[in-house]
């Protein structure tokens, strides 16, 4: 018996031309030293009368088959995009447009503590240094906290428990912020009004009442 190998090598032909998807297997039989080919469609052949020639002809269809198949393979990985981009080249793993309609408010928004439940309080005020001389440019500074924003006022009264100076700081402004704040103390302050010198006493008011008192010398 024989085998068409013209056959064969035109079978392999289209597989290689992509038009048909074949299925093929190769066995060997140990015991009776016979060689078959399976294909699909096919019944086994017995090739033992095969000259070497046919055979080594067989053989280098299959190696071209494996060399043609090797191309496919090597071509393909040559348009993999490693995903540690080692070819240091762009890779655009996804790519998506979103719009936003304008609905006329802001995308950002800020959130504002709720310091409601807060009650205001302010925490020992100093003035430093304490004496001073007002008269002086650098004068003393009056320091103090606040627990949130809230407005207030600064009463200065003389040891004859006179009023000489009343100060209003609104709520969020200079002088009524939540946290630290500093008050400069000199001859530019206080409305332009000098204090003569002697002992004076300021008061924090809120509401009508006193959240905080202190007390300051003046020095001629």
Same mark, same amino acid.
């Given at each position: 018996?024989?085998?068409?190998?013209?056959?064969?090598?035109?079978?392999?032909?289209?597989?290689?031309?992509?038009?048909?998807?074949?299925?093929?297997?190769?066995?060997?039989?140990?015991?009776?030293?016979?060689?078959?080919?399976?294909?699909?469609?096919?019944?086994?052949?017995?090739?033992?009368?095969?000259?070497?020639?046919?055979?080594?002809?067989?053989?280098?269809?299959?190696?071209?088959?494996?060399?043609?198949?090797?191309?496919?393979?090597?071509?393909?990985?040559?348009?993999?995009?490693?995903?540690?981009?080692?070819?240091?080249?762009?890779?655009?793993?996804?790519?998506?447009?979103?719009?936003?309609?304008?609905?006329?408010? +802001?995308? $950002?928004? *800020?959130?504002?503590?709720?310091?409601? /439940?807060?009650?205001? #309080?302010?925490?020992?005020?100093? %003035?430093? @240094?304490?004496?001073?001389?007002?008269?002086?440019?650098?004068?003393?500074?009056?320091?103090?906290?606040?627990?949130?924003?809230?407005?207030?006022?600064?009463?200065?009264?003389?040891?004859?428990?006179?009023?000489?100076?009343?100060?209003?700081?609104?709520?969020?402004?200079?002088?009524?912020?939540?946290?630290?704040?500093?008050?400069?103390?000199?001859?530019?302050?206080?409305?332009?009004?000098?204090?003569? +010198?002697? $002992?004076? *006493?300021?008061?924090?008011?809120?509401? /009508?009442?006193?959240? #905080?008192?202190?007390?300051?010398? %003046?020095? @001629?």
């Amino acid at each position: 018996m024989y085998i068409n190998v013209k056959g064969i090598q035109d079978y392999f032909l289209r597989v290689q031309l992509g038009g048909f998807l074949i299925f093929f297997f190769l066995f060997f039989n140990l015991n009776s030293g016979v060689f078959a080919v399976a294909v699909s469609h096919s019944s086994k052949t017995d090739i033992t009368s095969l000259s070497e020639i046919t055979f080594s002809k067989m053989q280098d269809i299959a190696h071209g088959l494996s060399g043609f198949f090797g191309d496919i393979n090597r071509k393909s990985s040559d348009k993999v995009a490693n995903i540690n981009n080692q070819k240091k080249d762009l890779v655009i793993m996804e790519m998506s447009f979103k719009s936003f309609n304008n609905s006329g408010t +802001s995308l $950002v928004q *800020f959130e504002e503590d709720d310091d409601s /439940d807060i009650e205001p #309080a302010i925490t020992q005020p100093l %003035v430093y @240094p304490n004496p001073f001389r007002q008269s002086s440019e650098s004068g003393a500074v009056l320091s103090y906290d606040l627990s949130k924003d809230f407005s207030f006022e600064i009463h200065i009264y003389n040891m004859l428990a006179q009023r000489v100076f009343k100060q209003t700081f609104q709520e969020g402004f200079l002088g009524a912020r939540k946290g630290a704040n500093r008050l400069q103390v000199n001859r530019d302050s206080l409305g332009g009004y000098l204090l003569a +010198s002697g $002992v004076y *006493f300021y008061v924090f008011v809120h509401n /009508d009442g006193v959240l #905080a008192k202190g007390k300051m010398v %003046v020095k @001629p």
